[in-house]
């Protein structure tokens, strides 16, 4: 059995949106130390990976880790439901072929009960990547959402540059070009390499599809390298944390 409090049901209504852009099911592993999940598009061009720990809730009970898959549109319109004043409970019974949901209001504590079909799973069928990447750029979440849809405006594609202590960013298509510098502290919180020079390229598409629980994190952490998937990480609090990763686009 799988019974967890989460403090902010609004919070996990971003988690749920950043789910529901890339797959049709989301598979969720409630471990002793906390709930995650893992996706890959099935273009394989996207994975998220959600990580909650057992300290963020403000109940966790989990009597032997289970795993349980959910129809994730079916769950993002139930989530959407919550107000900022709800908390959220989750509870999972293998074999009873649901999730139970309820969305309890702090001030008055009425409850609203919700329920979803889900399947019970074996293993995880999907490992995390471990790949390290040269470059690291943090940014405040407004500047990195604004980057985004600067992107957005100009191409298809942007180039990722680091050189000489500055992170470049450019896109162009036809009659039309964007350019941004970054350094530490103008206006990113940290950037940093460990070798001299890094370029990549990713589509924007895919990076405009990160702005999804955008609204759950203060901060957003880029890391690159040449011609290797790029890590956008958001801190959601208490050590919980969503993460994308994203395949380049190569140089012909």
């Known amino acids: 059995m799988f019974k967890a409090s989460y403090p902010s049901a609004s919070k996990f209504k971003y988690v749920v949106q950043a789910l529901a852009k890339v797959t049709d099911e989301s598979p969720f592993y409630a471990k002793i130390d906390g709930l995650e999940s893992r996706v890959l598009s099935p273009d394989k061009t996207t994975m998220i990976i959600v990580k909650i720990p057992s300290i963020a809730f403000e109940e966790y009970e989990v009597s032997e880790e289970t795993g349980f898959i959910v129809p994730v549109a079916d769950l993002n319109k139930i989530v959407r439901r919550a107000t900022r004043n709800d908390?959220?409970?989750?509870?999972?019974k293998p074999g009873d072929e649901v999730l139970k949901i309820v969305f309890r209001n702090k001030k008055t504590s009425v409850e609203r009960v919700f329920y979803v079909n889900a399947r019970g799973i074996g293993e995880e069928a999907i490992q995390e990547i471990k790949l390290e990447l040269s470059v690291t750029a943090r940014f405040v979440a407004d500047d990195y959402k604004q980057l985004i849809r600067d992107l957005k405006t100009i191409g298809e594609e942007a180039v990722f540059h680091y050189k000489n202590g500055k992170l470049l960013v450019?896109?162009?298509?036809?009659?039309?070009?964007?350019?941004g510098e970054f350094s530490e502290g103008n206006p990113l919180a940290y950037l940093s390499s460990t070798v001299d020079e890094v370029k990549s390229i990713y589509s924007v598409s895919l990076?405009?599809?990160?702005?999804?629980?955008?609204?759950?994190?203060?901060?957003?952490?880029?890391y690159f390298d040449t011609d290797k998937p790029a890590k956008v990480e958001f801190e959601i609090g208490e050590g919980g944390y969503i993460v994308y990763w994203i395949v380049p686009r190569l140089e012909a």
């Open 87 to 92: 908390s959220l409970i989750l509870e999972y």
């Open 207 to 222: 990076l405009e599809a990160t702005l999804k629980p955008l609204q759950s994190a203060k901060y957003v952490t880029l």
């Open 170 to 179: 450019y896109s162009h298509a036809q009659h039309k070009e964007y350019v």
